[in-house]
């Protein structure tokens, strides 16, 4: 894990790598609201149905009745995440989106995921 995270960035960070070896998923995420409770998820691949892990993650907070998010995690071998996995994250107004690798080690990290005007 890297150095440089919280504790609570670390933790959510783990929660999604142990959804994602849980399930034997390409993703896993996890997201922590302002009241301190996480939720963890991994992709969704249906025949009518596929939703990536941090839109599962968002999802179950809001259905929880979060109403912004502290920080969110995903943990993909993907380098990067795509404007479209970042939306409900701004949607939601969360303060970081940290992506790391399998390993769990730091591949990068959106500050402030907020919409802008």
């Known amino acids: 894990m890297d150095a440089e995270l919280e ?15 849980r399930s034997a998923a390409a993703t896993g995420a996890a997201v922590r609201d302002t009241t301190g409770r996480t ?7 249906l025949p009518s149905l596929e939703l990536g892990a941090l839109a599962v993650a968002i999802a179950m907070a809001v259905s929880s009745g979060a109403e ?3 920080a969110a995690a995903v943990v993909s071998a993907a ?3 795509s404007e479209a996995e970042l939306a409900p994250a701004r949607d939601l107004k969360t303060g970081q989106v940290l992506l790391a690798a399998p390993d769990g080690s730091l591949a990068a990290r959106y500050p402030g995921a907020t919409r802008s005007a």
Do not use: C, H, Q
Request: hydrophobic share 50%; net charge negative.
């Open 7 to 21: 504790p609570e960035d670390a933790k959510i960070i783990t929660l999604a790598r142990s959804a994602r070896a």
């Open 39 to 45: 939720y963890a998820a991994v992709d969704v691949n």
């Open 79 to 81: 380098g990067e995440l």
């Open 68 to 70: 912004a998010l502290e």
